[in-house]
């Protein structure tokens, strides 16, 4: 679980590098200034990068679910999806900038003309690139490329997130064509992850395990979450990560669990929740652990190993042929019987029990009760069933794994004990 979802209750720090709860105060500049990452090294030397070849695969899946799903093109914006089928990393602005795959010929950007340099530095498949001026309408160049490719008369889809205007502007310019979603063919291809891709969320992974490891012997009592925040980012940013987010919850803040505006400190004998995470060519981890400075109290100690229990079960469940939902069902099944809940009542598990992750840190399928989506070897998936308890604590324990033909595999080793949250 990230705070990602939640643009409200975040403060970018070191340069929009680190995304921090509501409840994180801004780190002291003296003490950021001071964090001392000598002792880190790059672990990013041996990845291997999304390349033409991978991509080239990607488009050939998804015209062939195009044909599959009746759809003669897809449209997308700059964002994930784009950066998936084309490798163009590029902003959403006033200005429209487009990808056009059709089922039959080559795919077309669709930019503004003194933007195309910009698009084509990372354009990384074999497309063609039309231009539209600042006096000219971009909707009537996507449907004059849709035209020349043959598919104006037929289904175009839209990928999710494309802003209304766009989808609109198409669907007036090309009264002959119906409009739907792109879904099945983007999450077609997008949910279930290449070797590729798993390779890249393992570096991850490892390399959030790895700056959780150095940060956790540095947190203080007195410290706030800022300043555990910015040791969690320097760290790695220095072992090749790309910090996406440092969600860091004190004491009472910890049972909710996207933070709380109130000011928290570290204290001893309190919970300690830390959800953070990083992306390796653009594919991220998710990883949370809850610890306490000090002896852990009893009632800390019970939910603490209560929670990895129902961790652990929602592992066991995820497997091949298994619908999604099945995966929450079975974590809050077993809190049920331990008096917590129901359903999403506190104290108990108030959020799903996991979300899709992969270019994105929340993509789609997730385990959530009535989700009917089978799962199939690739997919990948936070477990995070975490218990909370208003004006006291919480607890959240967060892996991600990927779906194997023979179960379900984790990037990062749950821990077995709360003293020994890292392993």
């Not at 933070?259 to 830390?274: A, F, I, N, T």
Request: hydrophobic share 40%; glycine share 12%.
């Amino acid at each position: 679980m990230t705070a990602i979802d939640f643009p409200i209750r975040r403060r970018a720090l070191l340069g929009g590098a680190v995304l921090l709860g509501a409840s994180a105060l801004l780190p002291r500049t003296a003490f950021a200034a001071e964090i001392d990452t000598s002792d880190l090294s790059n672990m990013t030397g041996d990845i291997v990068r999304i390349g033409a070849a991978e991509r080239s695969r990607r488009l050939d899946r998804a015209r062939a679910l195009m044909t599959a799903n009746g759809l003669s093109a897809i449209i997308v914006e700059p964002g994930s999806t784009m950066v998936y089928f084309s490798g163009v990393e590029w902003r959403r602005t006033e200005r429209l900038t487009a990808l056009i795959i059709p089922a039959d010929g080559e795919a077309v950007v669709v930019t503004p003309f003194f933007e195309e340099p910009s698009v084509r530095e990372t354009l990384g498949i074999p497309a063609e690139v039309r231009v539209w001026q600042e006096d000219e309408d971009p909707i009537a160049v996507v449907a004059g490329a849709l035209r020349d490719r043959k598919a104006a008369g037929g289904a175009v889809g839209i990928e999710s997130t494309v802003r209304f205007f766009a989808s609109d502007g198409v669907a007036r310019a090309l009264p002959a064509a119906r409009v739907v979603s792109a879904d099945p063919v983007v999450q077609g291809c997008r949910m279930v992850k290449t070797p590729a891709e798993l390779a890249l969320m393992q570096k991850a992974s490892d390399i959030t395990v790895a700056a959780y490891r150095w940060t956790w012997p540095k947190v203080r009592e007195g410290m706030g979450p800022g300043d555990i925040g910015a040791l969690m980012s320097a760290a790695t940013a220095k072992l090749g990560g790309g910090p996406k987010f440092s969600l860091v919850l004190l004491g009472e803040a910890a049972a909710l669990p996207h933070g709380s505006g109130k000011p928290q400190m570290v204290r001893e004998g309190e919970v300690v929740l830390m959800d953070c995470g990083c992306s390796v060519d653009g594919y991220q981890s998710d990883i949370s652990r809850t610890f306490v400075p000090g002896r852990a109290p009893d009632d800390v100690r019970r939910i603490w190993d209560h929670v990895r229990k129902g961790q652990q079960i929602a592992f066991d469940t995820a497997k091949v042929g298994v619908p999604a939902g099945a995966v929450d069902d079975a974590a809050r099944a077993y809190y049920e019987t331990l008096g917590y809940g129901p359903r999403y009542r506190l104290p108990g598990l108030s959020h799903r029990t996991g979300h899709g992750i992969g270019l994105d840190g929340h993509e789609p399928v997730n385990f959530v009760h009535g989700e009917k989506t089978m799962l199939a070897a690739g997919m990948c998936f936070s477990d995070e069933p975490g218990l909370y308890f208003p004006g006291r604590f919480g607890v959240r324990l967060e892996d991600c794994l990927h779906i194997t033909e023979s179960g379900a595999r984790w990037f990062s080793e749950p821990p077995s004990s709360i003293d020994r949250p890292f392993g």
